[in-house]
């Protein structure tokens, strides 16, 4: 590759309109407009017949299209999971105008429209290139959309924002001439906190960006991470990796990937089969080696780019707020309901007198990530008025207002609470993480959106929610894990017998820094079943659990499998 990096990344020169977001220049949405005009013409042909499904595939997966069960399916990029208000009012328009009037946000941070008609997929891209929206590298066997913590340049506990070097990976990465036809799609992760809310060891790559005793910042990374057919979690490949080398490292990771990734078989061609299949230390020595045969100096990004897109990040115009914690503290101890969605729904900010609100996209018996355009557009406007125009997709498919005042919270609040977005759940067994399932997808065995629902109606008292405490409950209705049930404390996995809804359990996943596969716990139980299954484990986890304080990840792993499954299989 002779490509300077160091040049490629300046050619888009930041115009820092305001801090808290990356804006597009005028080379950007050029682009845009010239991939839309592209694809609008390979639809023309498609619909007059001039280009088979055959042919059209590669080309409609490029530009985030799938053909589902009912329709075809537009995965829109959120980038690393930051929107500006102007773009979720946009988002809204999609859903109301070539949708039916709602997006789905998914785990990779992105929105999905269920609902699209062919001929209108070349305007709805239009439509999303007026805000800086797009879809390219939401499909194809690709470098995905970087994702990072949703409270990444707020959270207290962070110690280097992330998104700066999410949107270099995003620069790096958007058709990259050696990476765009990859043995398989290839997903990274960042984070900057002391806990991993990025989970990246679940990726291909994760990065955990980091400062050293000198305050030099470097990274950690981890390598050959997935879940899917076969779950595995990354092995960290190096311990510090200083910021000068970020992208070399990178290019030699995915060149020995490129290179010798089995594209001969679909279900072998992710880079955690040929990590296995070499092991670790191999695959270490083939990306050291390629790392020392790249020109360094090529791509290491001048400082004063790195300090231009930082400057994109830059925070936002705070307020000093004396006063602020006491008018909180006020109006939580006047609203029982405003203090559990305090408790529940709130994260800790780097700003005195500032918190990060997260909004609930699992009310009781919904469907979990899903939102109507009007509430887009209200959320929109809470961005505008109560956190700087800015808005966040989490990987457990919520909404976060970054940067609220902690004595404007109460008035956010209220606003959602008409608006069936302030349930109160983060983190319970209501908050519940789902693919679409058999509702929409072409390769789902089985439901996922109805066992969520009947899920979150089962545990539908918060009181009940709570004192069960912090549990992950995931759902995929394939092997694909779109629902990362491998991960989830309790996991279902649909699978197909002989025509019938079955579901696999797993216990004792996690997705953070104690990461972890769950294990299955027996033999799958069927749709009408499920629901009840759920039930026994919390009610096994209730008795045997040493006090209310011990979680249940916490409970399983001292008491194991066994008092679970004699309790699920002596009730079945």
């Known amino acids: 590759m002779d490509m300077d990096i160091a040049d490629g990344l300046a050619v888009l020169p ?3 309109t305001r801090a808290g977001i ?3 220049d005028a080379y950007d949405r050029e682009f845009l407009r010239e991939r839309v005009a592209e694809f609008r013409g390979q639809v ?3 619909l007059a017949g001039a280009l088979t499904e055959d042919e059209f595939k590669p080309l409609r997966l490029m530009n985030g299209l799938y053909l589902q069960l009912h329709a075809y399916m537009l995965r829109c990029a959120v980038p690393y999971g930051i929107l500006s208000s102007h773009q979720m009012r946009q988002f809204a328009h999609v859903a109301r105008t070539y949708d ?4 789905h946000f998914t785990t990779r941070q992105n929105i999905q429209f269920n609902w699209i008609k062919l001929i209108d997929a070349p305007d709805v891209l239009a439509s999303l290139a007026e805000a800086d929206l797009h879809a390219i590298q939401t499909s194809g066997n690709c470098i995905r959309n970087v994702t990072t913590d949703e409270y990444a340049g707020a959270a207290a506990d962070e110690s280097v924002d992330p998104r700066v070097y999410a949107e270099i990976l995003r620069q790096w990465s958007t058709l990259h001439p050696e990476f765009s036809f990859l043995p398989r ?15 990246i060891q679940m990726h291909d790559i994760g990065l955990a960006v ?6 030099q910042i470097g990274f950690e990374v981890w390598v050959g991470g997935g879940l899917g057919r076969v779950p595995v979690l990354a092995f960290k490949i190096c311990d510090w990796l200083p910021e000068d080398d970020f992208l070399a490292y990178m290019e030699a990771v995915l060149r020995v990937y490129n290179a010798l990734g089995g594209r001969e078989n679909i279900h072998k061609a992710r880079i955690k089969i040929l990590v296995r299949d070499v092991g670790h230390e191999r695959f270490t020595e083939m990306v050291e080696r390629e790392f020392g045969f790249i020109p360094k100096q090529k791509y290491r990004i001048d400082p004063a780019v790195v300090d231009a897109i930082r400057a994109h990040f830059a925070p936002p115009p705070f307020d000093v707020l004396p006063h602020a914690e006491a008018t909180l503290a006020r109006h939580v101890a006047e609203n029982a309901g405003f203090a559990a969605w305090v408790r529940q729904n709130t994260h800790p900010h780097k700003q005195p007198g500032y918190i990060s609100a997260v909004i609930s996209l699992k009310p009781i018996g919904g469907v979990p990530g899903d939102a109507t355009a009007e509430q887009m557009d209200a959320v929109a406007d809470l961005a505008d008025r109560y956190s700087f125009d800015e808005l966040r997709v989490s990987h457990i498919q919520n909404l976060v207002l970054p940067h609220v005042r902690q004595d404007e919270l109460f008035d956010v609040w209220q606003a959602l609470v008409p608006l069936e977005l302030a349930t109160p759940n983060i983190g319970t067994i209501s908050d519940i993480i789902a693919c679409p399932g058999l509702d929409y997808c072409s390769l789902a065995n089985a439901r996922a959106i109805p066992v969520a629902q009947d899920l979150s109606s089962r545990f539908a008292d918060l009181e009940r929610q709570y004192n069960i405490g912090q549990l992950f409950l995931n759902i995929s209705g394939c092997i694909n894990a779109c629902g990362h049930h491998h991960v989830g404390h309790i996991g279902l996995l649909g699978v197909d017998k002989k025509g019938e809804e079955f579901y696999q359990i797993t216990l004792g996943g996690s997705a953070t820094n104690d990461a972890a596969i769950g294990e299955i716990i027996g033999a799958a139980v069927p749709y009408d079943k499920v629901v009840d299954a759920v039930e026994t484990l919390i009610q096994t986890y209730l008795a045997v659990r040493r006090d209310a304080d011990e979680k249940f990840i916490d409970t399983y792993r001292r008491v194991g499998m066994a008092p679970f499954k004699d309790a699920l299989y002596a009730a079945a």
């Open 100 to 103: 039916r009037g709602y997006g």
């Open 14 to 16: 930041p115009q820092a």
């Open 185 to 199: 799609k290839f997903k990274i992760a960042i984070t900057g906190a002391a806990v991993d809310r990025a989970a």
């Open 44 to 46: 023309e042909r498609r």
């Open 210 to 215: 980091k400062r050293n005793a000198e305050g």
């Open 22 to 24: 990356y804006h597009y």
